[in-house]
């Protein structure tokens, strides 16, 4: 069994900063790329940033310079680190992996965390 859980959503003025932070568990035998998306109300889901396991990042336009995704492979965690945050940036947030478990060496499998919600209002 493989789990991914996301924790630091909550509820921040504009202009503020968040930090989120993904960790998988489990039966794992390597994790390739981790991402984050987010899903705003009658939206469809969206990538925030991407990270290779080697450290190379991808962010659309809409957040590039205020997002930085990070990870830490020893742990087997990726964050999230949101500045400048905006009323747009309101969504439920979610972790994506792509992981091989030891029982499933073969191939990569995809797994998602419950999401955790971040809003930003005044």
């Known amino acids: 069994q493989v789990h991914v859980v996301e924790s630091g959503g909550g509820l921040v003025q504009p202009g503020g900063s968040l930090r989120l932070s993904c960790a998988a568990s489990?039966?794992?035998?390597?994790?390739?790329?981790m991402d984050w998306y987010r899903q705003a109300p009658g939206k469809e889901r969206e990538l925030v940033a991407r990270i290779t396991r080697d450290g190379s990042t991808n962010y659309p336009d809409s957040v590039k310079g205020r997002f930085t995704i990070s990870r830490d492979n020893a742990k087997n965690t990726v964050y999230l680190q949101m500045n400048s945050l905006k009323p747009e940036d309101t969504a439920v947030y979610y972790c994506h992996a792509e992981i091989r478990s030891h029982y499933s060496v073969n191939y990569y499998s995809h797994y998602w965390g419950q999401g955790t919600q971040v809003t930003v209002s005044s």
């Open positions: 489990g039966s794992i035998f390597s994790i390739n790329g």
